[in-house]
């Protein structure tokens, strides 16, 4: 007898239909004593607390080399705009620098997640 299968309507895993939701690990569907319907609402709900599945290897540059690349530009951009390197005592508090950057990417962490999340209007 063949076993009907498909994928975890969840985290795409493969699946056997006569088995429960999924059994890949970290799945919030995954039928285990870990699993809970918290879990399953942190996933599908709350960003902040969503359990993710573990990354898998592919043939993509490494995102350490793609950040290296952009902190560069942007040393070579503050130099540019400032004259000089950013460097420690230099007049400006780093924490409160640093405190309102980390305000801005909240924000822009937010809006990236609601835009996936909940489509806008339709642009013409």
Same mark, same amino acid.
């Given at each position: 007898m063949k076993i009907k299968t498909g994928?975890?309507? #969840?985290?795409?895993? /493969?699946?056997? @239909? /006569? $088995?429960?939701?999924?059994?890949r690990n970290g799945c919030p569907m995954m039928y285990s004593a870990k699993s809970s319907l918290r879990d399953l609402d942190a996933f599908l709900g709350n960003k902040a607390t969503a359990i993710q599945p573990a990354? !898998? $290897?592919? &043939?993509?540059?490494?995102?350490? &080399?793609l950040v290296i690349e952009d902190m560069k530009a942007r040393d070579n951009l503050g130099r540019q705009k400032y004259g000089t390197p950013l460097q420690a005592n230099n007049g400006r508090d780093a924490l409160v620098d640093a405190y309102q950057e980390a305000l801005d990417l909240? !924000? @822009? #962490?937010?809006q990236s997640i609601v835009e996936r999340d909940v489509p806008g209007p339709p642009t013409e």
């Open positions: 994928h975890c309507w #969840l985290c795409h895993f /493969d699946i056997a @239909y /006569d $088995h429960p939701p999924c059994q990354p !898998v $290897h592919n &043939e993509s540059r490494p995102i350490w &080399e909240a !924000v @822009y #962490l937010k």
